[in-house]
């Protein structure tokens, strides 16, 4: 397993951004996917945005296209998340988590895809 830990969450305006960081540790980082997920109070964990191992392939939730940004940076070992144009719906417990399978070409949305999980950060965005 991969051991992940998430930074930059906080308190921010409607409108404002933030960008998240996820670094990791353990197996090759380089060799497999990442996905950002979030759960809000009373909601089920939902995919927020992922990217596949070598960085090239992307995917998003529609509720964040156009705002959010996944990367990686493999020599750091870190995945990120820039948040722009926040909304009060954005408010959430934001985690980071691995895909264990290697070299995946696509991004997968699915939570039971990935075995490895940080121990989220918080995202409060007031109105």
């Known amino acids: 397993q991969v051991q992940l830990v998430e930074s930059g969450g906080g308190l921010v305006q409607a409108g404002g951004s933030l960008r998240l960081s996820c670094a990791a540790s353990g197996r090759t980082f380089s060799s497999y996917a990442m996905g950002w997920f979030r759960q809000a109070p009373g909601k089920e964990r939902e995919f927020v945005a992922g990217i596949n191992w070598s960085g090239r392939s992307t995917n998003y939730a529609d509720s964040v296209k156009g705002r959010f940004t996944i990367s990686r940076d493999n020599g750091k070992r870190t995945v990120y998340l820039q948040m722009n144009s926040l909304k009060p719906a954005d408010t959430a417990v934001y985690y980071c988590?691995?895909?264990?399978?290697?070299?995946?070409?696509?991004?997968?949305?699915?939570?039971?895809?990935?075995?490895?999980w940080g121990q989220g950060t918080q995202v409060t965005v007031s109105s």
């Open positions: 988590a691995a895909d264990p399978s290697t070299y995946r070409a696509v991004v997968t949305t699915a939570s039971r895809d990935y075995d490895s």
